[in-house]
């Protein structure tokens, strides 16, 4: 009995050692296994072997936009937007308050220099002034009585004297009730053109009061605004082309004269310029486009708009170079609807990125496409 209790507990050991060495070659073939396969998905890019991400990261990488910079002849024309100007413009006014009686033009009429366009009612001074008539008649008769009295010793000297002062006030008194009478008329200054009236006849009208427009539409001119940096390159006498929208036509007109100041906002001259054979498709008021002609045309290395990168005290680009963006500060001169002249900073030749610049820092390693 004892002698079997014994072999069952020897079989059972034997079992337990045996299942032991079973589970630690298993652990050991899993261990050997497992390099083999790390290299083996290694280089074929796996994402958990060495080249793997790498590989799969460079093929991914954005590719920026680039181009070769040139030099190149330039024909440097400045864009300013203007104004059309009558040469002479009048708002028209009364001197005096009163009752508008007559008016005398038509609306849109010419009217020649010193023709009469409106009158207030002046029956009171015109009375004024008969009553004066009479009066310096009157006067006039009795200075010529005291002279002749004055020759025969009947009168003293101070008399005639007082016969005399007498005449020289109402003959004051005459041409200061001319003034007022001509306060009641309205006339034009120069000739030119009426637009439309603000009042009609019957109206009580003050100073403060417009009753119509007059321009002097035959001979214009036009305002415009330049760039300090331009400014040197025009002077009185230059010749300006400019276009209306009102006309397909360019025209051109001759600086006359330049602002003593710059603008405090923008820092632009304003200029005014007398245009050349007007005709009436222009209108006074009307918008116009400016341009003219600066520097001389040397060769100039451009790049696009976009490719500039604004900074608070100057200016910068991106260039491409032996694989790295560098970031470089530049001087501009010249800009046009799409591209930018560079003065200082790059030559032609240089690779310049266009796209993509806020994403790009300094000395990074980037991809590019040339354009």
């Known amino acids: 009995m004892k002698k079997s209790f014994t072999i069952i507990i020897l079989l059972a050991v034997l079992t337990f050692i045996h299942c032991k060495k079973s589970e630690n070659n298993s652990s050991s073939s ?19 072997g060495p080249g793997g991400a790498g590989g799969q990261q460079s093929q991914n990488s954005p590719k920026y936009d680039a181009i070769i910079t040139s030099s190149r002849i330039i024909n440097r024309v400045i864009t300013s937007p203007g104004t059309i100007l009558a040469e002479e413009t009048t708002n028209l006014q009364t001197e005096i308050s009163g009752r508008l009686t007559n008016i005398y033009f038509k609306e849109g009429s010419n009217v020649q220099k010193g023709a009469l366009l409106a009158r207030l009612y002046d029956d009171d001074l015109k009375a004024q002034r008969s009553k004066l008539q009479v009066q310096l008649k009157i006067a006039e008769a009795s200075e010529q009585r005291q002279k002749e009295l004055l020759a025969v010793n009947g009168t003293s000297q101070q008399e005639y004297d007082l016969a005399t002062l007498q005449v020289s006030n109402i003959k004051a008194d005459l041409v200061l009730n001319a003034v007022s009478l001509s306060k009641t008329e309205i006339r034009a200054p120069y000739a030119g053109r009426i637009g439309l009236r603000n009042v009609s006849p019957g109206a009580y009208v003050t100073p403060q009061q417009i ?26 006498g230059s010749i300006v082309n400019f276009r209306s929208e009102s006309s397909d036509k360019e025209y051109q007109a001759k600086i006359t004269a330049f602002e003593n100041t710059l603008t405090d906002d923008t820092r632009q001259q304003r200029i005014r310029a007398q245009v050349i054979q007007p005709d009436n498709k222009l209108t006074p008021g009307s918008f116009i486009s400016v341009t003219f002609g600066v520097g001389k045309d040397d060769p100039a290395v451009m790049i696009p708009n976009q490719a500039v990168i604004p900074q608070a005290r100057d200016k910068k680009i991106i260039m491409y170079k032996n694989g790295v963006a560098t970031f470089t500060t530049i001087v501009t001169g010249y800009r046009d609807s799409s591209n930018i002249e560079v003065v200082r900073g790059l030559k032609a030749g240089d690779t310049v990125v266009t796209s993509g610049l806020l994403s790009i820092r300094p000395n990074a390693k980037i991809n590019i496409q040339l354009k």
């Open 30 to 48: 899993t261990g050997a296994g497992a390099p083999n396969k790390a290299l083996a998905s290694g280089p074929g890019g796996s994402p958990g």
């Open 211 to 236: 009753l119509a427009n007059l321009s002097q539409v035959n001979l214009l001119k036009i305002e415009f605004n330049v760039l300090e940096k331009y400014t040197s390159e025009l002077k009185p």
